[in-house]
């Protein structure tokens, strides 16, 4: 897939709580196309701690309005930069970047879509992009509270929300892989992405329950695009770049212990 | 348009900027953003005899202006080169040249060899200053004994351009580069990344897995253009710049310290088309100072 | 509130932080903005045993998160420190250190025994590092048989705590602190600037009047850091680490790396009340992860 | 005199021309004493290429209403990253920093302020408190044409205002120094802000004519308060540092050959 690099203008920036915004960047041409779990390396300036670009998701996609979404959890100087953007200004990216989610094989294959924290960016955009395809999905979001619950109305237009939080503030209390889904139901397909810990849980799940489970990969890059080779994890062929193939990887390839 | 073309040591360059090793993977990398046979000269990622799965992750941490990598030579050994990478790059419009990595003397020669049967590779670029294996070179490259001795055993076999990549973490970089040059080294490449350490004062850890990594990026530029600076009057070849390269000023100040040509590293992942900037870069300036050749600023600093 | 002093060699600090040499005056030029007698020791700037102007302007350049100075040890001379500067900054509550530059290994001896004789001065810090004078020792930091013989003769007439700083621009830095440990030094601190240049591409003119300078601030401290590191794994002495500390966080990642102290330069041209925002930094950090006492984050590394 | 560092709100940001902005700064503490000549070091933030502070003139100050005035030429990053702050951010500034021009012993002598460029910045302040003190000014003011020239209201409510331009296109054509008034009239003191080159000429003329002369130098400067010794000038006493001792010389000082 043909990469860019284009400067993309910032038509919204919405805060969603004080660690959360949501920018929406329209481009001036044509976006290209793009799938679900790739994602983009954005350069923050203005600031010497942030010399390298931020990798951050596609959250969803409008190729009608042209019109791109990130969601940004603020962890340090780039995201909080980042979160700090302006409705005119302009953001450079290099996108789109990495592989995405699979599909389904079977039309009616019952789909689990796992995210927590900022980890439920890249399942808003395979939500839309599933349902387009008319598959149905189901949504399981986790986060401390109420209020890291994020853009559950969204997900609500693509499939079923459950819902857990560690607080019992909203769904059922715990963290997702207590959700009472995973005992009464079983799934075809589960997509994750959240924090590792939280993956790692769900890979467990899956891989006991035999179901077919990808994640998404977190890691420090440096370029993006399979030029530096700093962003390997460790799979059954070795070391492999987590920004050219992944960030989505099958459980069966990574070399987790679950 | 002025005239960008420079030749370094046995290399013809259709203009100076090249691309630093292990920063522009086989160049493909880049072919989306850029066209890259616009630029002089691509090395590739650094290869060893054999294949290499390089360190653990973490293998990246950010510095101010700069960052720290250990990637430990993660490639997949000069035989696959060969057979694989070779065939796609040497249609490429451009001088592809390989970094040569190895941890004994055996190594660099038998890989050497065997680079050497490559009709179209017109060069090496010997690295004998990788920080971040034992297995790097850089044992060879802090020392002027042993770096003169793997470039003579090189040399014996390699009849190409043979360019010897040259180590900062050394008291005295100009020895080293009379002591490779004395060995028939056609030019000397410098700056290697400076061996540097990040830590994560909440975590109380080190960064990097490998705990020290090489520095690179524009926080090295004033040690990097002081250190091509010394070389280019100690040494009678050519001396090609690097080290911070961010935009063509950089690369011009490195060439009126001396420099031949320059390397971009680090920008590259922040800016995929800075090659192409740079090149044009040059060109503006020349024609703005009304200099006809790119010639004519090399070593052209006023003192 | 955590414990913060700290015995560094025959010192007894408040706490950890210092004031690093040629970046803090004499302190008094800080008084308006901070407290100085909180400051755990203060170096002054950089004496020799004559008066020197020092280098021609200009003396400083900018660099990507950093700056090369070209200062070249302008002082008054030892005389003028004892009878001018000594009786007003003897009463100030805190270490006062002179940093000891020299030329000749009789300048060096002449210089420390006049300073031996202040009864209120803890300490010296032999400079045998500066790049930017021939006559500033670095000629001295870079060998270790040159290190080590300076250091036995100052060791010889100097009698209260005499901390040695090292020079980064070598090949081995830990083999040079051992050499100076041998000798009797109390403790080393390190880094001195890194040897760098900056070029004005436009005006094709080095930018300092001595072309090349020393590279300091937040750029160089991944090398400090590994610096401080290995030199702590290699020798018993305790170390002082510094280079480019800006925050609190820096100066505890240099503690973890084993330094027991450090210093602070060209931070408080950006901030003058930096350091004091360190030390209450430290403290805060202490308490978040319930260590009692600075000493308990010595070499705390967890690697 | 003690100095500060303090945070100013920025209360107005005027662009004069595409090259000068004039910052208003206002203080929510009582702005301390200052005098004309003396300086201050503005923090330029979010730029790797801005890492020390950049020396300014006080262009003005006005202690009723708390607020300093700083007139900025871009001529880099730092420049143009202040020429950009908005009304109600804060700029943190380093002052009061260095000496200040000499007042006349004489009550009724007759002076020369000579500025030219962004030079001029000292020399409203110093106009302001001469003619607090009762001095009447001559100011003569250079730039390369029309548009170069600033503040031309404000210095005439001051004293006499004379300029000169290269192209003509205000006042006469030519350099401060070969405007009429040189010639025509003798000055018991001048004082001088601007461009090396034309300070010297100034110089030269107050030697030949043994006019009392104060020039105000630049240099590159790490600290601002004689901490790093990196802003030395060569002087009839060795290297003096031009923030502490200067920025203002009398020319009797100074090695220049003139
Ligand atoms: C493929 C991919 C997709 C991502 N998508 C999103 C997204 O949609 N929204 C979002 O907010 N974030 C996303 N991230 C994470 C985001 O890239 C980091 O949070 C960001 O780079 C941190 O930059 P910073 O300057 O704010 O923090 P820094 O100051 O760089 O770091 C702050 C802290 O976060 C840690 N950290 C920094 N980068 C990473 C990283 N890449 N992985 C793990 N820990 C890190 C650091 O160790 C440090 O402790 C994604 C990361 C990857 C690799
Ligand atoms: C005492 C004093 C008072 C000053 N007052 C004012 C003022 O009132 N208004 C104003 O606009 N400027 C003033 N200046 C000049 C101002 O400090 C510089 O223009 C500024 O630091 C440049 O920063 P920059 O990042 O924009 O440019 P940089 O990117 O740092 O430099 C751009 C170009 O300007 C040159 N330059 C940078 N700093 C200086 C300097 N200090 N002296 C000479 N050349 C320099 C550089 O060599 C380079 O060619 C003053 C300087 C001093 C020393
Ligand atoms: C991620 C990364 C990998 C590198 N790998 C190699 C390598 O394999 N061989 C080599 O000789 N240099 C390697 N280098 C060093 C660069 O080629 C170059 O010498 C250095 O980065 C300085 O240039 P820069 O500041 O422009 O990046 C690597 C640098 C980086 C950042
Ligand atoms: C302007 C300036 C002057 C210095 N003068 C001296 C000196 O006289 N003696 C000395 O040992 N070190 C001198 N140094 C080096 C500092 O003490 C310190 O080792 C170095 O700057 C690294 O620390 P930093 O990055 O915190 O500044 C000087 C540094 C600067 C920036
Ligand atoms: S981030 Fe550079 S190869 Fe993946
Ligand atoms: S700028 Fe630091 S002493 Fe003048």
Same mark, same amino acid.
């Given at each position: ?8 203008? /910032?038509?919204?920036? %919405? &805060? #969603? $709580?004080?660690?959360?915004? +949501?920018?929406?960047?329209? @481009? ?56 700090? /953007?302006?409705?005119? %200004? &302009? #953001? $450079?990216?290099?996108?789109? +970047?990495?592989?995405?989610? @699979? ?61 857990? &939080? ?93 | ?303």
């Amino acid at each position: 897939m043909k990469k860019f690099m284009l400067d993309l203008i /910032v038509t919204k920036n %919405e &805060t #969603l $709580n004080d660690q959360y915004s +949501l920018l929406i960047l329209k @481009s001036p041409e044509k976006l290209p196309e793009m799938f679900p779990g790739q994602f983009a390396e954005v350069r923050v300036d203005n600031s010497p701690t942030t010399f390298l670009r931020r990798p951050i998701s596609i959250n969803y996609i409008d190729y009608e309005t042209n019109e791109l979404w990130l969601l940004i959890q603020i962890v340090g100087e780039g995201t909080l930069k980042m979160c700090q /953007v302006k409705v005119g %200004e &302009t #953001l $450079n990216l290099l996108f789109p +970047l990495g592989n995405s989610f @699979s599909l389904p094989n079977q039309k009616n294959a019952k789909l689990l879509l796992i995210g927590g924290g900022v980890g439920i960016a890249p399942l808003l955009f395979l939500g839309a992009y599933l349902k387009d395809k008319d598959f149905e999905c189901n949504f399981l979001l986790g986060g401390r509270s109420k209020d890291n619950l994020l853009q559950l109305r969204e997900f609500e237009q693509f499939g079923n929300v459950f819902t857990t &939080t560690e607080d019992g503030s909203h769904g059922e209390r715990g963290f997702v892989t207590q959700h009472s889904l995973l005992k009464d139901s079983n799934f075809d397909y589960i997509y994750t992405c959240g924090p590792t810990p939280m993956m790692k849980a769900v890979a467990s799940y899956a891989a006991k329950t035999n179901t077919f489970c990808e994640v998404s990969l977190e890691n420090t890059m440096a370029c993006g695009f399979g030029a530096c080779l700093c962003c390997v994890t460790d799979t059954t062929e070795g070391h492999v770049c987590v920004c050219t193939e992944g960030p989505v990887f099958n459980i069966t390839k990574l070399k987790w212990q679950i | 348009m002025a005239n960008l073309n420079i030749n370094i040591g046995k290399l013809q360059l259709k203009n100076p900027v090249m691309t630093a090793s292990g920063t522009f993977g086989y160049g493909t990398e880049y072919s989306d953003f850029i066209d890259i046979s616009r630029i002089g000269g691509i090395i590739v990622k650094g290869t060893t005899l054999r294949s290499r799965q390089g360190n653990a992750y973490p293998r990246m941490a950010e510095t101010p202006s700069g960052m720290l990598n250990a990637v430990g030579l993660q490639n997949k050994g000069v035989d696959y080169f060969i057979n694989h990478i070779y065939p796609t790059v040497k249609v490429i419009d451009t001088n592809v040249i390989v970094n040569l990595s190895g941890s004994t003397l055996e190594d660099y020669i038998e890989a050497a060899e065997m680079l050497n049967d490559l009709d179209k590779l017109p060069g090496i670029e010997l690295n004998i200053s990788c920080p971040n294996v034992k297995e790097g070179g850089m044992a060879f490259g802090i020392s002027c004994l042993s770096a003169a001795e793997v470039v003579r055993e090189v040399r014996r076999v390699y009849k190409n351009d043979l360019m010897v990549k040259l180590s900062p973490n050394v008291t005295d970089i100009s020895e080293i580069a009379r002591a490779v040059e004395a060995e028939g080294a056609d030019s000397v490449s410098l700056i290697n990344t400076l061996l540097g350490m990040a830590i994560d004062s909440e975590k109380r850890k080190p960064i990097l897995s490998t705990i020290t990594g090489g520095l690179s990026g524009p926080a090295v530029k004033p040690i990097a253009l002081r250190m091509v600076w010394e070389v280019a009057k100690a040494v009678k070849i050519p001396v090609v710049g690097m080290g911070g390269i961010m935009n063509a000023a950089d690369a011009i100040e490195f060439m009126l310290a001396g420099a031949s040509g320059v390397q971009i590293g680090t920008a590259n992942f922040i800016d995929p088309t800075v090659t192409i900037k740079v090149i044009d870069g040059i060109d503006e300036y020349l024609n703005r100072h009304g200099y006809s050749s790119v010639i004519d600023i090399i070593g052209a600093l006023e003192v």
